[in-house]
């Protein structure tokens, strides 16, 4: 079976500072691994996938991720931070082309941008 | 439309009461989830469908729960004689294809339910 881990449960940065948000993941063969944002009210949007290929992915909003196979770990970094970027983060595996279609989500990292 | 839609926004419900959430998917869209996403978690798989297909209901956490998509396009999550337990933020999304998890899901806003 899947899991996802996000050691942080909320972290706050200061805007313009640097950011990383950590995701360990369980599985058994190559994941699917996925970054989504969800604010308050909102649904989630995806920020960023990684399938194969290059271990460092680009997403929108200025964000990236790095795959780590050898560390199973899947995370998340922005540059400078923006008070917008204030709102709580998934990390999520799948199961790749075969098998459930369905994500596991880690239980989120709720970021808090100071000014 | 533009994106996934789900209607109510929010639902209260008395303990022992039914209750229906409807999500409207990106048009054209092949596949289907429903999530549930407790306060302070993140979002948990219930069901899946592909076109009007139910692939895999593995999720749905008691025979209470039951969802249906008979045109392959909207679909119903229905919660038989609620309990406090049911109460979350029930989420749907829509990915373009019948593929594997590669397939983006693009998320709906959610309904909020609450059993008092």
């Known amino acids: 079976a899947q899991s996802v881990t996000q050691p942080d449960i909320h972290i706050t940065v200061s805007e313009g500072a640097s950011l990383e948000l950590r995701c360990n993941y369980s599985?058994?063969?190559?994941?699917?691994l996925f970054w989504y944002v969800q604010s308050p009210g909102q649904g989630l949007q995806l920020l960023l996938k990684?399938?194969?290929?290059?271990?460092l992915v680009q997403g929108i909003k200025g964000f990236e991720a790095e795959f780590k196979r050898s560390q199973s770990s899947f995370n998340l970094r922005k540059p400078s931070v923006h008070w917008s970027d204030a709102a709580e983060y998934f990390c999520a595996v799948g199961a790749g082309d075969t098998g459930r279609r369905a994500l596991t989500f880690g239980s989120g990292t709720r970021l808090q941008v100071q000014p | 439309g533009a994106g996934v839609s789900q209607s109510p926004r929010y639902k209260v419900a008395k303990r022992g009461q039914d209750v229906a959430l409807r999500c409207d998917p990106i048009s054209g869209h092949v596949s289907l989830f429903w999530y549930q996403q407790a306060l302070g978690q993140g979002p948990e798989f219930l069901t899946y469908?592909?076109?009007?297909?139910?692939?895999?209901k593995s999720g749905l956490p008691s025979d209470r729960f039951f969802a249906e998509r008979p045109e392959g396009s909207v679909s119903t999550l229905k919660i038989q004689r609620t309990q406090q337990e049911d109460s979350a933020v029930y989420l749907c999304?829509?990915?373009?294809?019948?593929?594997?998890?590669?397939?983006?899901?693009?998320f709906g806003p959610g309904t909020r339910l609450t059993v008092l």
């Open positions: 469908f592909q076109n009007e297909a139910q692939l895999d």
């Open positions: 599985y058994g063969a190559t994941p699917y």
């Open positions: 990684y399938f194969s290929g290059d271990t």
């Open positions: 999304a829509s990915s373009q294809y019948g593929t594997g998890s590669a397939d983006t899901q693009y």
